[in-house]
Structure formats: C-alpha cells, structure tokens
C-alpha cells in the first residue's frame, strides 16, 4: 500500500490533503482521483461562467505525480438581456 494525497485546486485556491489515503497501485490512485473529481464536478456548478477544479496526486513529495482536472465553461451565443421568446 502507498499513502496518495489528492491536494485539490478550486479556481485556483489550494485545499491540502494532510492525511492521504492509502492505496494499493497507481492505477488505483488514478481511478479515486478521477471519481472524486467527477463528484465533485457533480455537486458544485460554476459560480459564474468559469470553474476550474483539479486534484493534484502526490505520495508526499512536493511534486504531483500526475493531475486530474475539470473545466466548466459557460459560453453565451446571444446577448444576456436577450429572451428565449424575444430573441
């Protein structure tokens, strides 16, 4: 088993994992990174037209063995004011 820790990025404000998990491959690590993230991307839409979350996956070094990462993008094709029914 190794202890993996998911530091998460939300818009660019760092959340630390202090304790990590313990996991028994890296395929392991890759598969809990990737389902916590989709979760997460499931709870909380954007604030607004840009969201930006990532999980950086490291085993206590400083530097991430690899990260998972999703973008929301809201992008308008018509002016805000315009109505469904106006337009």
């Known amino acids: 088993m190794v202890l993996y820790y998911f530091d998460l990025t939300d818009n660019g404000t760092a959340f630390p994992d202090t304790e990590g998990t313990d996991l028994p491959s890296l ?3 890759e598969d809990e990174a990737a389902k ?3 979760e997460i991307a ?3 839409m ?3 037209t840009f969201r930006e979350v990532a999980l ?3 085993d ?3 530097k ?3 990260v998972v990462k999703v973008t ?3 992008v308008r094709n018509r002016p805000e004011n315009d109505d469904v029914l106006g337009a």
Do not use: Y
């Open 27 to 29: 395929e392991s690590a």
């Open 36 to 38: 916590a993230l989709l």
């Open 72 to 74: 929301f993008e809201l």
């Open 42 to 44: 499931r709870d909380k």
């Open 46 to 48: 954007p604030d607004g």
């Open 60 to 62: 206590g070094s400083s």
């Open 56 to 58: 950086h996956v490291h």
């Open 64 to 66: 991430p063995i690899f």
